[in-house]
């Protein structure tokens, strides 16, 4: 017996896409504009921080920031408090307003020793280019406040607010 070889016909190529490729030109597409966004999610977020790193790191370099750390570390009292090395914390509350040779600053700065950990609160004005603390405290734990400024430095300093007859910024 003899068997006939049954040739199928061939299918010749088609304009028209076929189902598989349907399929995977959407998910190529698909992946992408999620790619693309997923990057400028990144971005954004990367820039973001990197804005608030710089304004951190210039909040904390400032002039009020670091003459009140200069004055902490060098009140005995305070640093018997927190203990040795005493430093500042990472984060802040409070803004810094400069104005050529004017400006103000209201912030409280962590800051932690060996013994313990506490907030100097600062409150400063800029005139002629030099800067006057208003206040300068530090609460350390659970303790009382412990005034940082010289009984002679407020005084001075106010003499030119409103209302002291002075000069106003």
């Known amino acids: 017996m003899m068997r006939k070889l049954v040739s199928l016909p061939r299918q010749l190529p088609s304009s028209e896409p076929t189902?598989?490729?349907l399929i995977r030109r959407p998910m190529g597409t698909l992946r992408t504009v999620l790619v693309l966004v997923a990057g400028l999610i990144l971005a954004?977020?990367?820039?973001?921080?990197?804005?608030?790193?710089?304004?951190?790191?210039?909040?904390q370099t400032s002039g009020?920031?670091?003459q009140a750390l200069e004055a902490l570390r060098?009140?005995?009292?305070?640093?018997?408090q927190l203990g040795e090395?005493?430093?500042r914390g990472w984060w802040f509350?409070?803004?810094?307003?400069?104005?050529?040779?004017?400006?103000?600053?209201?912030?409280t700065l962590p800051v932690e020793g060996s013994r313990a950990s506490g907030r100097l609160r600062?409150?400063?004005?800029?005139?002629k280019g030099s800067w006057c603390f208003l206040q300068l405290e530090l609460r350390a734990?659970?303790?009382?406040?412990?005034?940082?400024?010289?009984?002679?430095?407020?005084?001075?300093c106010r003499e030119g607010l409103p209302g002291s007859g002075g000069p106003v910024i």
């Open 141 to 156: 734990g659970a303790g009382a406040e412990l005034d940082l400024l010289p009984a002679e430095a407020a005084p001075a």
């Open 122 to 127: 600062i409150d400063a004005r800029r005139e």
């Open 19 to 21: 189902l598989d490729a």
């Open 85 to 87: 090395p005493v430093r």
């Open 74 to 80: 060098e009140n005995p009292q305070a640093v018997r």
């Open 64 to 66: 009020p920031s670091r």
């Open 44 to 59: 954004g977020v990367a820039l973001t921080g990197g804005i608030l790193l710089l304004v951190v790191h210039l909040v």
């Open 93 to 107: 509350t409070g803004q810094v307003r400069r104005n050529g040779d004017a400006g103000m600053a209201r912030l």
